[in-house]
């Protein structure tokens, strides 16, 4: 079994930065590709960020290309999603999850999840 605990969100101006972090525990991270999805209220989960094992395929949803960064430390079993220039439609809760099938835009395409961490944008 694989847990997944997200920390750094929270309440941020439009236009401000918020590291997200994503720690795992359960077994060695390296064998999962990661994502980052989010879940605004009224709305379907969204895609936002994918990275491979070995950080070599990342993926952004076009929405937050420019703004965001998604890297991995597999040393210290953590994936980030750096957010900068936050808008108010950034606020949603978000999630990380992990598979090992591939690095997906596809939210089936992953095994793991973590209980989410809460981002509000102010305008």
């Known amino acids: 079994q694989v847990q997944l605990v997200e920390s750094g969100g929270g309440l941020v101006q439009a236009g401000g930065s918020l590291r997200l972090s994503c720690v795992a525990s359960g077994r060695t991270f390296s064998d999962f590709h990661m994502g980052w999805f989010r879940h605004a209220p009224g709305k379907e989960r969204d895609f936002v960020s994918a990275i491979s094992r070995k950080s070599l395929i990342i993926y952004y949803e076009d929405s937050v290309k420019g703004r965001f960064t998604i890297s991995r430390d597999n040393a210290k079993n953590t994936v980030y999603l750096q957010m900068n220039s936050l808008k108010p439609e950034d606020t949603a809760v978000y999630y990380c999850?992990?598979?090992?099938?591939?690095?997906?835009?596809?939210?089936?395409?992953?095994?793991?999840w973590g209980q989410g961490t809460q981002v509000t944008v102010s305008s």
């Open positions: 999850a992990g598979g090992g099938q591939r690095a997906s835009r596809l939210p089936s395409d992953y095994d793991y």
